[in-house]
């Protein structure tokens, strides 16, 4: 049986570099043999404290130290790590916590007072981050190296945002985060060891675990964490680390773009990666103008370990599309109103994107149906909308679930804010259907004014009548200071639908 572990990324590299820094937090400057020997001694804290392997230990912290330190402590204790969205309110922790079946929840102080009210409700054990946690490592024998464990055994369950009713548990094995980190460092990208990531994607996530923290560490490259986004101070810290690799949403490429206006030095960035969302072609064009980098877009998703697909320098990129599928990952367009089997459409043919290979998890948590229904002759259908021409780049046309329909037509809110985000008066937007008694569904665009202009709704409405289709462009305006984001950045449509539905 092969065995495999995550912890052997941390493992390796404490043995190969021991005194290469692996981690910068503030002040906080830690080698890969120090993180490794604290993630050693918290993983015999938690044997201590009754976990076994497979046992599952939520994980509730920012992006400082504490959570990669914790989050190895887990692994290599051969227990799950399941990680909770700082946003969360206590009862929906509580959901994440139950459902999970987890014994014990590590939590930093910050979130204590959620993650404790969560976990009391239900009886869970709970330990603070930082001196309680420090002490109970200092306190116990720390392991002597990892447990591994079977490569298809669970590694971290992560709880999806839950669109479509309550979050559910994506299960992800050892091997899936093992390669997607591998391939990501080794073949979609050229990471090198001597590079400095900058770690400002929330660490609880699939993108900012995988991408930001697991791959950075499996090509024994730096991991400079930044526990709250800020654009301006990105921007300095990224100047006095000597960062050159930069994960991010596209709301962040927004910011860092017009920060850089009033920044007194800009770094030299070598590797820039968007995922989350999809990033405007004009977004993606300030940047790499203002910053002189080039951006690779992907594309990935919390059950896809996340990365699916992402622009590759072999293949050439091409912006507007999330390039090309990864090393031993196969991305398809199938037809997407077909249930129950998986049928392919020829190249340019707009449907669902489809995907298997080593990056796709084993199933939702308990949850039998839903698995069944996503899990499709061994394809995962991820309910985007895509096409893929004959040189086999992919390209996003949106969620199915947010496809407006008007007067009987599709709309692709993705190909609105596209044009949009051409607008001079226009700095962020997102579009959305509102439900319309003529035409079922009305589209509306949700505008942030770009400083120091003042566009007005009708000014709107008559520009893009211009740029888009008779009935694609915007009857309904409407302006906010910021649009609703949630913990990975993204733009809450779901929240906006809500705020102006029946307005």
């Not at 239900?122 to 981050?129: A, E, F, I, R, S």
């Not at 199933?363 to 086999?392: C, H, I, N, S």
């Not at 509306?444 to 004014?449: D, E, G, L, N, R």
Request: proline share 6%; hydrophobic share 45%; with cysteine.
């Amino acid at each position: 049986m092969a065995t495999l572990s995550v912890a052997a990324i941390l493992a390796e590299n404490a043995w190969r570099r021991p005194e290469k820094t692996a981690l910068v937090e503030g002040d906080l400057r830690l080698t890969f043999q120090e993180v490794w020997r604290r993630s050693l001694a918290q993983a015999g804290a938690l044997a201590a404290l009754g976990v076994r392997p497979g046992d599952r230990v939520a994980l509730m912290a920012p992006n400082t130290a504490e959570f990669p330190i914790a989050y190895y402590a887990i692994a290599a204790a051969g227990a799950v790590v399941v990680p909770v969205h700082l946003l969360l309110s206590a009862p929906e922790a509580e959901h994440v916590l139950k459902d999970s079946g987890a014994t014990l929840l590590l939590v930093h102080p910050a979130q204590a007072a959620t993650g404790r009210a969560a976990a009391e409700a239900l009886g869970v054990q709970v330990v603070t981050l930082g001196e309680e946690f420090d002490r109970l490592a200092a306190d116990a024998d720390a392991l002597p190296a990892y447990l591994t464990r079977a490569a298809d055994d669970p590694a971290v369950i992560f709880y999806t945002s839950g669109t479509t009713g309550v979050p559910k548990g994506a299960v992800l094995s050892h091997f899936n985060l093992v390669m997607n980190a591998t391939v990501n460092a080794f073949d979609a990208n050229d990471i090198r060891a001597d590079d400095i990531a900058l770690g400002a994607l929330p660490l609880f996530h699939a993108f900012g675990q995988t991408v930001s923290l697991n791959s950075t560490w499996r090509a024994g490259a730096t991991l400079v964490l930044l526990p709250r986004f800020d654009a301006a101070r990105a921007i300095e810290l990224m100047v006095e680390e000597g960062v050159n690799t930069f994960h991010g949403v596209p709301t962040m490429f927004v910011a860092l773009a017009a920060a850089a206006a009033d920044a007194d030095a800009l770094p030299g960035l070598r590797v820039c990666i968007s995922g989350g969302a999809s990033l405007p072609v004009a977004v993606l064009e300030r940047f790499e103008a203002t910053f002189d980098a080039r951006i690779y877009e992907g594309y990935g998703l919390s059950e896809t370990s996340p990365t699916a697909t992402v622009n590759q320098p072999d293949f050439g990129t091409r912006a507007g599309t999330i390039g090309h599928p990864l090393w031993g990952i196969d991305v398809e367009i199938a037809r997407a109103e077909v249930e129950g089997r998986i049928e392919l459409l020829p190249p340019g043919e707009l449907g669902e994107v489809v995907i298997r290979g080593h990056n796709v998890f084993s199933g939702y948590l308990g949850r039998p149906e839903a698995t069944a229904e996503a899990l499709v002759d061994g394809w995962f259908r991820t309910g985007d909308l895509g096409t893929k021409d004959e040189e086999g780049f992919l390209r996003i046309v949106d969620r199915k679930k947010d496809v407006i329909i008007r007067g009987g037509y599709n709309v692709y809110p993705r190909e609105v804010e596209e044009v949009l985000m051409r607008h001079p008066g226009i700095a962020q937007v997102a579009v959305i259907g509102l439900p319309d008694e003529l035409h079922g569904e009305e589209v509306c665009a949700v505008v942030v004014p770009a400083p120091g202009t003042a566009p007005d709704a009708a000014g709107v409405t008559a520009w893009s009548k211009e740029h888009l289709g008779r009935h694609k462009y915007p009857r309904r305006v409407e302006f906010a200071d910021a649009l609703p984001l949630g913990p990975s950045m993204k733009v809450l449509k779901r929240e906006l639908r809500a705020q102006y539905t029946g307005r």
